[in-house]
């Protein structure tokens, strides 16, 4: 009895590694990458260049031609007009084993009229561990996109930024020839953003005023950024003095209290003819 139980035994092992080979010979194990055989890398996107508008993700796909016994990190950098506030984009590490992993780069919407920016957004290894993985460590690739902003046809749209490390709160307030209080735009956020002029708005003279609700120091810097129907965009910059209010035309506003104007509109149809003041 105890000779039969041993061939039972013997046999079920038997059965149970024919099983497992079986399963082995049924997976799709690529190879894995060695030091005489490192991995490939390449990169392919869903936009590979051209003009995009605000608000635009792109997706970038990383896939190595094989897999290595480690994770490899990718980074994607972006240069060119835009500024780190205006997009934010992910990491990728396509782990042990693994040939392919994705990031995304998305470009904020925020209506800030403002000119195309030129975009450039290269794809790299991250870190020399990494590089070292691979039989292309250097890999760089560009793209290159022109990024453009989506404001109102319908009306002459008004975005104020200021420097947040010498203002706090700015509020912005739209005027008529008589200095009278026709709108204002007092949210708290940054930027304060208003289509202030709708196309079926009277021809005339216009301002835009500012209030300086909250600052840090006397002086701050700001950034008028004004975009018409027509998709064209005017950008003022200039330096604020609260130590010399007398530079500047004053009115009351309503609403906000005193005010100084650093914008003369004029609107015929849907032209402008914009100037800065004082």
């Not at 970038?60 to 990190?73: E, I, M, S």
């Not at 046809?153 to 009278?180: F, H």
């Not at 209080?181 to 079926?200: C, K, M, R, W």
Request: glycine residues 8%.
């Amino acid at each position: 009895m105890k000779y039969i139980n041993r061939l039972l035994t013997v046999g079920l092992f038997g059965i149970a590694l024919i099983s497992c080979d079986a399963e082995k010979r049924d997976q799709d194990v690529s190879p894995v990458g060695s030091l005489e055989n490192k991995p490939t890398a390449s990169v392919s996107t869903d936009v590979s260049g051209g003009t995009i508008e605000e608000g635009t993700s792109i997706t970038f796909t990383v896939t190595q031609d094989k897999p290595t016994n480690f994770g490899v990190t990718y980074k994607a950098t972006v240069t060119g007009d835009v500024d780190e506030d205006d997009y934010e984009v992910g990491s990728l590490t396509i782990p042990a084993y693994s040939t392919e992993g994705t990031m995304t780069l998305t470009f904020f919407d925020d209506m800030f009229p403002e000119e195309s920016e030129n975009v450039e957004v290269h794809i790299t290894v991250a870190a020399v561990d990494s590089a070292s993985l691979l039989a292309n460590g250097d890999l760089d690739v560009a793209y290159n996109y022109t990024l453009t902003n989506v404001n109102s046809t319908e009306a002459l749209t008004v975005g104020l930024k200021w420097n947040e490390d010498q203002a706090v709160d700015i509020d912005m307030s739209l005027l008529d020839a008589n200095g009278d209080e026709l709108a204002y735009q007092a949210t708290g956020d940054y930027p304060e953003i208003n289509e202030f002029i709708p196309n079926s708005a009277p021809n005339g003279i216009y301002y835009i005023s500012i209030q300086p609700y909250e600052v840090v120091t006397p002086q701050w810097e700001y950034t008028f950024g004004i975009s018409e129907p027509n998709g064209e965009v005017t950008t003022f910059t200039g330096v604020f003095d609260g130590e010399n209010l007398d530079a500047y035309t004053a009115d009351m506003s309503p609403t906000l209290g005193e005010v100084y104007r650093l914008v003369k509109i004029v609107k015929n149809g849907t032209d402008y003819t914009l100037t800065q003041l004082p």
